[in-house]
């Protein structure tokens, strides 16, 4: 069984991040527009300095000065690859912990990483996060920051003319630190509050929840009743492999993962996509390409090929991209769709976990 998450830690000051409009409104006593205008401050225009709200009363921001936190992380490492775009940054929480987002563009479309835990209890074995300890569960509003810090700043593309470039609509994937399942009121609370009119709005399309192989979270998920997308970690298509690869397919094999995609399926009407992380020497062959065809025949899903990012202390390596495309061509011939996605990252340690492992040790 995994540790049980420590709880969120108290703070004197009450984090607004973690509310609604209309919670900010009941918890300071306010009228609900003006639990809008508080929020719209936050999450529209990423300010975060209580003195800069203008539109506030000045009473009114004193008080949130006096009771509220305005807001929950710091960035304290910014590391951007020159050769991809991609962008990641280390954040420190109010104890001390620390997560990772990611920041990638390519061409018109923005796509935001984030992580919904500190560190992760599954300790899948080619992963840097699987490598450190689980320390607890993110708050609705440290995963909301990671998006709003993302989008604001000096980490922000802009144009030949100055022009800010990820005004559009972000991708937003919580597929960073953690497994999201593990952690499901909290992540489903900030998806609400990602899709509120009054802060970004963004579309349920346009968020993609990656788990593992949580089965009792992928039956929940599918009761949602929302258009939210799931992508489903996959890396293997027999037990034996999957168990060596991701120690939680012992307790929830891919007979149990197979039957819960297919109830996602049949409830929602929407198609998942299966994550395959390519190792080499290890699930790259056309063995593995054509299990995998036929372990997901009849359901209708894409695969998302994924080039390695090596982690130092890890033997896995990624497969020569030629291996990559013999597999993606094996997919295509079986009726697979399949994808093969562009590296990117490896210069600035991109694989989940790296930059945190690097750059801050885990507190003991």
Not at 255 to 271: D, F, I, N, P, Q
Not at 341 to 361: K, T
Request: with cysteine; proline share 7%; charged share 25%.
């Amino acid at each position: 069984m995994p540790p049980e998450p420590r709880p969120h830690p108290p703070d004197a000051l009450s984090p607004l991040s973690d509310y609604t409009p209309d919670e900010i409104a009941e918890f300071l006593h306010l009228k609900p527009f003006q639990g809008k205008q508080i929020f719209r401050w936050l999450h529209q225009k990423k300010v975060f300095d209580f003195d800069a709200m203008t539109d506030l009363s000045k009473p009114l921001r004193e008080t949130l000065k006096d009771t509220c936190l305005p807001a929950q992380l710091e960035r304290v490492h910014l590391a951007e690859s020159p050769r991809s775009g991609t962008k990641k940054i280390l954040f420190q929480l109010r104890d001390g912990e620390t997560i990772e987002s990611v920041y990638l563009t390519d061409r018109n479309r923005v796509t935001l990483c984030v992580s919904s835990q500190a560190g992760c209890a599954l300790a899948c074995a080619f992963c840097a996060t699987g490598r450190t300890v689980f320390r607890r569960n993110l708050s609705a509003g440290e995963i909301v920051e990671q998006v709003l810090h993302l989008l604001e700043g000096p980490e922000r593309e802009q144009d030949d003319f100055g022009n800010r470039r990820d005004d559009r609509t972000p991708n937003i994937v919580y597929m960073g630190m953690g497994e999201p399942f593990r952690n499901y009121d909290a992540v489903m609370k900030s998806i609400r509050l990602l899709m509120m009119p009054d802060g970004l709005g963004i579309g349920a399309r346009k968020i993609t929840l990656s788990t593992v192989g949580d089965v009792t979270g992928i039956r929940r998920f599918a009761r949602e009743n929302g258009q939210m997308r799931l992508a489903i970690s996959l890396h293997a298509a027999n037990d034996n492999l999957r168990s060596r690869l991701i120690p939680l397919n012992r307790t929830a094999p891919l007979a149990e993962l197979m039957r819960a995609t297919r109830y996602y399926v049949a409830t929602t009407g929407r198609r998942p996509s299966f994550e395959w992380v390519l190792l080499d020497g290890v699930n790259d062959s056309l063995k593995d390409a054509r299990e995998l065809a036929g372990l997901i025949e009849g359901i209708p899903a894409s695969v998302n090929l994924i080039p390695y990012n090596p982690v130092p202390g890890v033997s896995y390596q990624p497969s020569p991209r030629k291996k990559c495309q013999v597999f993606l061509d094996a997919l295509a011939q079986a009726g697979i769709t399949a994808t093969l996605r562009r590296e990117r990252g490896v210069d600035i340690d991109a694989a989940c976990g790296q930059l945190r492992s690097r750059n801050l040790p885990s507190p003991g």
